[in-house]
C-alpha cells in the first residue's frame, strides 16, 4: 500500500471520528419549561426558590429576546420550530382550528426524524396548532380531560399545577421523553389581570415555582436528571397600562404585551443539568429561535439549514 493512500485512509478516519463526535448526543432528554410572560424583572421580585436556584447553578441570562409580535402563539412557534414568524406563518393567538396546523419543521418533527420521542404538557388549548399528527408522541392539555360542558366554562386555559402534575403521572408511568415542551399559563393570566408585577402576578409566579418543583421531583424521582438538561425560559413579558390608559378604558385589561419594547421582549434563558456551565452569565445575545437549535443541538441532532436559531453552545462545558 503506497503511502499516500494509507495517509489519505487515516484522514479519512479521523474526519469521520470528528463527524462522529460532533453529533454524538450531548444529554438524552431535554426539557423546555416556558412560564407565560415571565418577565425576568418580575421573577427577581417574586419568590421562587427552585427557579433562581437552578438559574444561580445553571448558566443564565436575563436579556434573551423573544420575536415580534411578543404573544404567546407566534413566540411559543419561534421557540419550538427555530423560525421568527416571517418563515412559520403563525401570527394569530387563539385556537382556530381553521387556520390548520404549523407548516414549517419543530423541534419534536426533527426530533422524531431522529428517532426520538417527543411530549408536550400544555396549559393553553392553542397549543394544538403545534400538535402535527406523528409528531408529538405524548400531548396533554388537562383540561380535556374534564367534562366537555365543564371544558367548555373553563375555556382555553388550565393552571400550572394541573400541567404539572400531568408530567409527574406520566412520568411515574414510565414516560421518558427524549424533547419535552411544558407550558405554564398563570403568571400571564394574572398579569393581564391585574398588572405586570402586581402582587398578584407575583403570587402566581410563586405557584409556578411550586409546580416547578413538582416537575423537578418528577424528573428526579424517574432517574433523569443526571441525562437532562432543563431549560427555563419564556414567550414574552410584559407591562402595565398607565393610570389614564386604564381610566380611558376602566373594563379593559391592566396588563398587556406585544409590543417591540423591552418591557415585552426581554426573557429569561436559563440552562441546568449535564455540561452546563455552573453559575455561568451567558455572555452572548440569545433570542427564542436559539431553544430549538440548543434543544436539538444537545440531543445530537442536525439542526435544519435555515433556522434562524443557533445553539447556544457557549452555555455548556
Ligand atoms: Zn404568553
Ligand atoms: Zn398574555
Known sequence: MSFPLKCSAFFLAA???TAALADAPRVAHVFIISFDGGKPAVIAQSEMPVFKAMAAEGAHSWEAQTIMPSITLPSHTSMLTGVTPLKHHILWNDWKPEEGLV????VFSVAKQHGLTTAMFVGKVKFKHLNVPGTVDTFVFPLADLPVDA???????????PVAAAFASALAGGLKPDVCFIHFSDTDTAGHKYGWGSPEQIQAFAHCDAALQ?????????????????????????????A?????NPTAAKGTHGLAI?????IPW??????????????????TCDTAATALWLLGVPVPAGWDGKPVTA???
Not at 220 to 226: P, Q, S, T, V
Not at 244 to 248: I, N, R, T
Not at 262 to 266: G, H, I, R, V
Request: hydrophobic share 40%; proline share 6%.
Open 262 to 266: 423591552p418591557e415585552d421582549l426581554t
Open 214 to 242: 413538582i416537575v423537578m421531583r418528577a424528573i428526579r424521582a424517574a432517574g433523569l436528571a443526571d441525562s437532562s438538561v432543563i431549560i427555563l425560559t419564556a414567550d414574552h413579558g410584559g407591562h402595565t397600562l398607565t
Open 15 to 17: 474526519v469521520l471520528t
Open 103 to 106: 407548516k414549517v419543521p419543530t
Open 315 to 317: 452555555a455548556f462545558e
Open 244 to 248: 389614564e390608559q386604564q381610566k380611558a
Open 151 to 161: 371544558q367548555a366554562a373553563e375555556k382555553s386555559k388550565v393552571e400550572a399545577k
Open 270 to 287: 436559563i440552562a441546568w443539568g449535564k455540561g452546563v456551565k455552573p453559575h455561568f452569565t451567558i455572555p452572548r445575545p440569545i433570542g
